[in-house]
């Protein structure tokens, strides 16, 4: 099996993150194709849903750099309403952490997702499978 590393994902996907080290999405130079990073463990309804949650997160997450771009990536898909969504999957290496990492991470070969939901005043969204 082959080990991904975050960029290689986005790679995979042909989108750019901002910020190779810090950024959770990314889309190409058109907007036509974006991509964004999941916790594995965080999918619903047998993983056809996923929704944030705001309250389970770092608490510096809502203000930083990285969740400004996803929820930007989000809006652009959301504006786009047959936009779908690429998924690179992240698997934590502590669920129980507030702050959390990348254990490993994998592009989903067949996952695409659109915005169901995407409340940009307190940043949280819902995702549904296509």
């Known amino acids: 099996m082959k080990k991904w590393t975050h960029a290689m994902s986005f790679e995979h996907f042909k989108v750019k993150p901002k910020n190779p080290r810090w ?21 619903e309804n047998a993983g056809k849903t996923y ?12 203000s930083s750099s990285a969740h ?7 809006s652009v898909a959301k504006q786009t309403k ?6 690179i999957v ?4 502590d669920k129980s952490a507030v702050k959390r990492s990348i254990k490993e991470c994998f ?7 659109r915005v ?3 409340d940009e005043a307190n940043g949280t969204f819902v995702l549904q499978a296509s």
Do not use: C, Y
Request: aromatic share 6%.
């Open 23 to 43: 950024s959770w999405s990314g889309r190409n130079e058109d907007g036509s194709s974006i991509a964004v990073t999941l916790w594995q463990d965080r999918f």
């Open 51 to 62: 929704r944030s949650n705001a309250d389970r997160d770092n608490p510096d997450w809502a």
């Open 68 to 74: 400004k771009e996803l929820i930007e990536n989000l």
């Open 82 to 87: 047959n936009e779908l969504i690429h998924v």
């Open 90 to 93: 992240a698997i934590p290496r």
């Open 107 to 113: 592009p989903h070969p067949k996952l695409k997702m």
């Open 116 to 118: 169901e939901e995407l």
